[in-house]
């Protein structure tokens, strides 16, 4: 299928850690996936309480991008790194499939390509642990 809906996708425990996001059906190579509004919301580090940080893509020492609503999650907050990964995110914004992502599959991306600066980045996706 080479377009996701609201259905394509859902949360389940991931062998990788945690929650993870995996397809609930075929996806063709080339797929956009996530197509609502992403809006995270930027805010000061010391604002967020700290078990809750994993979850937020750092800008700099001070400021990160954050879901809108903690309690409200959107999926794509849930999609785990791999060194190997089957999506990736376009400059505009846009998530598409690297691969063809077969039903039961873990959709994960590549953390690195966050633009994340390299010493607020957590230890297990730092560039030198690849």
Known sequence: MNKSSEFSFMLKPS????VGVFATHDLSEGAEVFTGTFSPKKMK??????PLRQYCIYINDEECLCPEKF????????????????????????????????????????????????????????????
């Open 71 to 130: 309690d409200r999650m959107e999926i794509d907050w849930f999609v785990n790194h791999s060194n190997t990964p089957n999506v990736a995110k376009t400059p505009e914004g846009k998530v598409f499939t690297l691969r063809k992502i077969k039903a039961g599959e873990e959709i994960v991306c590549d953390y690195n390509l966050l633009n994340e600066p390299d010493h607020l980045k957590e230890e297990y996706y730092r560039p030198s642990k690849r």
């Open 15 to 18: 062998s990788i850690g945690g």
């Open 45 to 50: 580090l010391e604002d967020v309480p700290g």
